[in-house]
């Protein structure tokens, strides 16, 4: 505990990317095992406030980013400035196919909602975004009445999605996006598909299907310096 105190008060402030004091310095300086200041040091790295580079030594840890939060549509088009809007298109209950079935650790033929909605950004078509739910862990979703947020409603029932797994890919918009998205059939599209997990829980998949004139993706890379 002292061993790691001292190291503590000792770097509070220090700029990113300085030595630590060695292993043996502090063995000397405090008369304790070499375990017993590798276990203080141990704690202070899971902290993040020392980092290891093998082969160099222990240093001050550089600032951690904090890590880009799930956002649903509503919540993304608002952080760009953007008034979103939905409309239903369809909610009901389905037999879950293969691909749905196998996202959300379901046999085929399992009873799965099926939301689709027009989402709107400042009242222009942004996407079409087709939800899929485990009816078992939302009884009741479709006869209480749609939610104007999936994630909120997910939330007020312990699920809100804590991380996703998202895959891009460009495409062309079928007839029937496109009346939609009030484009042109054939016009380019951006297909979102995403797993949305509560800690290790899957609690959505999703099929979005962006106006590629109209939506940008926007990344989060790397760690701040």
Request: neutral net charge.
């Amino acid at each position: 505990m002292k061993v790691r105190e001292y190291v503590r008060a000792l770097v509070a402030g220090s700029i990113p990317g300085s030595a630590a004091p060695s292993e043996r310095e502090l063995v000397n300086l405090f008369g304790v095992a070499r375990m017993t200041v590798r276990q203080a040091m141990d704690a202070l790295v899971v902290e993040g406030l020392l980092e290891r580079i093998p082969g160099r030594g222990t240093f001050v840890a550089r600032p951690r980013r904090a890590p880009t939060p799930v956002l649903s549509f509503s919540e993304d088009m608002r952080r760009r400035g953007m008034l979103p809007e939905s409309v239903t298109l369809l909610a009901r209950l389905e037999q879950a196919g293969p691909g749905v079935a196998r996202a959300l650790g379901l046999t085929p033929g399992d009873a799965v909602i099926h939301w689709r909605r027009l989402r709107r950004a400042d009242a222009m078509p942004m996407c079409i975004e087709d939800a899929y739910l485990n009816e078992i862990l939302l009884p009741g979703f479709l006869q209480s009445g749609m939610p104007v947020s999936l994630y909120d409603e997910l939330g007020d029932r312990g699920m809100r999605p804590t991380w996703a797994e998202d895959n891009v890919n460009a495409d062309l918009a079928t007839e029937e996006e496109a009346v939609h998205l009030e484009v042109d059939a054939g016009a380019p599209v951006l297909r979102q598909q995403r797993r949305a997990f509560a800690e290790e829980k899957v609690v959505e998949v999703s099929r979005s299907t962006f106006r590629a004139d109209r939506f940008t993706l926007r990344l989060q890379l790397g760690q701040s310096e």
